[in-house]
């Protein structure tokens, strides 16, 4: 077979193969059988491989999967991939629509439309394309760092390689969802049970762990689909809808849903809801609620994101899925601050294709208030991801040999006499040497967002207190390579790798290490807000709860944590502690104020920008003296708009902020 010949048997054999395709995948009517399929496949690859000057990325022969992985790379979203917030009954979905509806006060748009559609139960996954060919497949990550998957999301027949079209633009970012169909679910499971391999709990772990297999062939061999639900970003122009987005969407090639619909009133959104919940176990796939967004781009622009989700989308959950089971035993957890939780032990039961066989019971005063006793049986209910609990004890069920429960007046770890203050319904341990409260504490300090100690896991953790090797947060300072290495599982490189990490770990933001100490009610954010005030530990025991109080963002409830922090002894010897081990933070400077532009003002950054990082820039602009803030409101002095600035503009110009560019910036740092 010459060139031209194999050239022209290449790209029949594409066509046909594509053809088969869409009549097995889409239309569920298969022409041929699977082996006549596999002969084409086959043939397909074989020509590509002796003529691989005409094998493309769009070639389905690119769907089989390649060459097995070491590990997965840590990717950067170009567009944060931002989650949904929740509502959970009608009352909050109305909630939700008042604050749209207030968001909007200023757009001219008198309506608005919602589109409602499935939410599908799966895996989050982000695409980009760039001049219309596939390249990249992201899972979410934390919103702002993925992994990449993109060989293994190649596989999934319902992903386009090559999207169609004549208005394809250089870049596009679009997110889905990868879940896996019922049926072929059900197929898995009992192929797997022959070959004596253990099922998967649900489809959406089924997805995921696919997804998540270093073999692209594995992920080739299990029946995932892909449902495209948003646009993350593109260099062309955005669609002036939603609605009009998944019309986009269809004619590039991608699968999107028959059960999408529009409604005008909150009405009709609570009725397609129900419409949601009648037919779901009817559906050929798993959903587990319903996605509600605002139509209008443009009002969507003007409503914009909080940190963590979108202003102007909500998922409203199907009601959470309830199992009987029985209580078998009440245990106590004890955390980080002392609390003692307790924790029902059940027997194992299914709750959403879950096993679960603990509930939480949240305090002595619930157990009380639903009479909830060990050996009762009792409705367990658990929503989504949120830890399971008692709802309620089926009284008709009791035997008479049902005992009642008291949380243990000693510490069940240490024996310490436990305290409950008068305003909590919380028992605490009072001991900070308690061995629970320390393993916690630790693996606090050494989490990502306080010290940053990579490698010092929770089971390293655990280990290092119960061998009596680290006794406080400070201990961690002082451990040798002889002490780590004498730990279970624990090798030389490890240990070299975690000397290394609890070394670097020595310098941190003040911030960070005041978030470390773990004082009840200062999480992250107000931990910054102290380095702000305070150039020490020392500066900050001193305070008052009234100096404290003066302080923004600062109340009486946080002022009382902290001041009760330091009034304690052994915490005070802790910070020494740290600071004679080595420790010494980055004290927060407050910025030489020489130039009244920005001085108390407050600016919002919104797109890219050539001069700099986004945050290298807010430093730029504190040390001037100014604010800066992530979200746009009547308090915002300027607004900075760098390359591809979104719906932080928009909003800005509708509520009259001043907008500079880039460069308009620039000429006022220098």
């Known amino acids: 077979m010459n060139n031209t010949e194999a050239l022209e048997r290449i790209e029949y054999l594409k066509k046909e193969i594509e053809f088969h395709n869409h009549q097995y995948y889409d239309l569920d009517s298969p022409q041929i059988d699977d082996e006549s399929y596999d002969m084409l496949m086959r043939e397909l690859i074989k020509l590509e491989s002796e003529f691989s000057e005409y094998k493309t990325e769009d070639s389905p022969s690119m769907r089989v999967g390649g060459k ?37 006060e200023s757009d001219d748009l008198a309506e608005i439309e919602y589109v409602c559609e499935p939410k599908m139960d799966g895996l989050a996954i982000e695409l980009e394309y760039e001049n219309g060919l596939f390249v990249r497949a992201t899972t979410r990550g934390d919103g702002k760092i993925g992994e990449l998957v993109t060989e293994n999301v190649r596989t ?123 037919i779901r176990n009817d559906l050929p796939f798993e959903i587990d609620g319903m996605v509600i967004k605002v139509n209008s781009t443009k ?31 009440i245990q106590v957890q004890v955390g980080r601050t002392g609390a003692l939780t307790p924790v029902a032990k059940l027997e194992p039961v299914q709750v959403g294709g879950v096993e679960v066989s603990r509930a939480t019971l949240h305090n002595q005063d619930e157990i ?116 780590l290495m004498s730990q279970e599982r624990m090798g030389e490189k490890s240990a070299d790798n975690l000397l290394e990490a609890i070394e670097k770990s020595k310098t941190p933001k003040f911030d960070r290490l005041i978030f470390a100490l773990g004082i009840r009610h200062v999480g992250s954010h107000l931990a910054e807000v102290l380095s702000e005030s305070f150039v020490d530990f020392k500066a900050i025991a001193s305070a008052t709860e009234e100096q404290l109080m003066a302080i923004n963002e ?33 004290i927060f400077e407050k910025p030489k104020v020489s130039d009244e532009y920005f001085a108390g003002k407050t600016f919002v950054l919104t797109g890219g920008f050539s001069f700099a990082s986004r945050k290298d820039a807010q430093e730029m602009i504190k040390q001037k003296g100014g604010k800066c803030t992530s979200s746009v409101s009547k308090k915002t002095d300027y607004v900075v ?28 740092l220098s």
């Open 368 to 483: 009380d208030r639903k009479d909830i006793r060990i050996g009762d049986t009792v409705m367990i209910r658990r929503a989504g991801d949120v830890i399971p609990e008692v709802i309620k004890v089926i009284r008709e069920k009791r035997t008479g040999e049902e005992t009642k429960y008291r949380i243990p007046v000693n510490c069940p770890v240490c024996n310490a006499v436990t305290i409950r203050e008068e305003d909590e319904a919380v028992v605490r341990c009072p001991n900070r040497n308690c061995p629970a409260q320390v393993k916690e504490s630790i693996s606090h300090f050494a989490s990502k967002g306080a010290m940053n100690i990579d490698g010092l896991g929770q089971k390293t953790v655990y280990q290092l207190v119960e061998n009596e090797i680290v006794k406080s947060v400070a201990d961690l300072y002082l451990l040798n390579k002889d002490q």
């Open 68 to 104: 097995a992985l070491d590990s997965f790379t840590k990717h950067d979203h170009r567009y944060p991939m931002l989650s949904l917030a929740n509502c959970f009954d009608d009352n909050e979905f109305v909630e939700f629509d008042n604050r749209v509806r207030k968001g909007l």
């Open 156 to 278: 999934i027949h319902d992903v386009p390689i090559k999207l169609k079209g004549s208005n394809i633009p250089e870049y596009l970012n679009v997110r889905g969802e990868i879940y896996m169909k019922i049926r072929g679910f059900d197929e898995l499971n009992n192929t797997r049970l022959k070959a004596g391999e253990a099922a998967f709990a649900n489809p959406r772990n089924a997805a995921a762990g696919s997804i998540r297999q270093l073999d692209p062939k594995i992920a080739a061999s299990r029946p995932l689909s892909f449902y495209v639900y948003s646009l993350g970003g593109t260099s062309g122009e955005l669609p002036e809808s939603q609605s009009a987005t998944f019309e986009m969407f269809h004619q590039m090639g991608f699968k999107t849903s028959d059960l999408v619909k529009i409604c005008n009133t909150t009405e009709q959104v609570l009725e397609c809801y129900r419409n949601f919940i009648e």
């Open 299 to 329: 009002q969507q622009q003007i409503l914009g994101n909080i940190s963590k989700s979108p202003r102007w989308a909500i998922a409203y959950k199907f009601p959470a899925q309830e199992k009987v089971s029985k209580i078998n035993d």
């Open 641 to 668: 708009a760098g390359e591809n600035a979104g719906s932080k503009l928009v909003k800005a110009r509708g509520l009259g902020i001043t907008v500079l560019t880039e460069t308009e910036l620039l000429e006022k």
């Open 554 to 586: 600062i109340g009486p409830q946080v002022a009382k944590s902290i001041t009760q922090f330091f009034n304690e002894p052994e915490n005070i010897q802790l910070t020494e502690a740290l600071y004679q081990a080595g420790v010494k933070p980055v």
